[in-house]
């Protein structure tokens, strides 16, 4: 049973989130893609934010349909989308036609990231009931490290094979490794859960719908703690090299590495934050991050210190990361697991909403402090707002024993 549980839940739903992931490198595609389309930076950006928007709303909104139609079904619609996504991508590139370009990988390929970032969730957390920490973690974790794999091979591959046959085998190979993983996956029978969990008061409670779960003030509640913490994140990463340059003298260079360390820290922590939460609690690690983070932005806006600097940055991407992961598992505590991907995705348009809020609050604390390090002080406040609201559902829900 326990081998069962790592081939039909763990290493299915790192398979498709590992490929999904990938999205993470578009960066490392903005340069070819500019020269081949005689595009602006921010008319190439827009198909990135575009993906990053249909990935929120998707999940949100067909949340419901992936657990009418099962993990494999799902899995293998993810396939389709992602893949095509990328193949036409390809062509868009080759017609030169910037509107396909955001058809095929910010809509096509985004409705894939969405579908396929909710697929494993409920199967996971069902395989892995004891330790539902660590099976979201896993997977997430996935996502969060998938840049780094992607960035170099795609680099290679257009030095080698050019851009519009990168786009076509990357959309290929990935299509392939969904679809094998999506084939592999299995949801966990009652049983399963019923015999690794025979003591688990959570898994004998109530279990929500999604639309009796939004009724709830306890939904906004995380929703909002999963804004702030994005939010926050998103920020803090598009200030974290001028903020070194600026408070610690760095050189672009030097800086550009440390935010490649943070990459790092970001899908560490999405592994260790959701295993600790597995033995402290969702609750208690949520609370966790923001006192670290407020701790955090407190001490940047105050000292110069390099590493000190460094080593802060790598604790908040660390919370950043875990609050991703922990967010699945912190649900199926609440509301248990009969529609816990179509929660899950409902509650993700809290990034959607926060992929669009990050590059505004930024714009607007640099233009009230005009500092980067100063800014720190008002990511402080915004993470102060989400401990008390942290400590708040904390109370609310021991007291009615919904954790």
Known sequence: MTTNRWVNGAFPAVGIHISIGAVYAWSVFTGPVMEALGAT??????????AIFFLG????FLGEFVEKIGPRNSGFICGLCYGAGLIGSGFAVKMGSLPLLYLFYGAIGGIGLGVGYITPVKTLVNWFYDRRGLATGLSIMGFGFASAIAGPLINQLIGSVGLVNTFFVLGAVYFTLIIVSSLCIKPA??????????????????QYTVKEAVRTWYFYALWFLLFINITCGISIISVASPLLQETTGLTALAAAGVVGIMGIFNGGGRLVWATASDYLGRDVVYTTFFVLEIAAMLLLATITHTLTVEILLFIVMTCYGGGFSCIPAYLSDVYGTKQLSAIHGRILTAWAMAGIAGPGVTAWAKGVTNSYQSTMFIFAG?????????????YKLRKADRI
């Open 41 to 50: 930076l921010q008319e190439v950006q827009w198909a990135f934010s575009i």
């Open 189 to 206: 029978p009652a049983s399963h859960m019923e015999a690794i969990a025979p003591e688990d008061y959570h898994f004998r409670k109530k």
């Open 57 to 60: 709303m998707s999940a949100a």
């Open 382 to 394: 915004l993470f102060t707002a989400a401990l008390l609201v942290s400590i708040f559902l904390m």
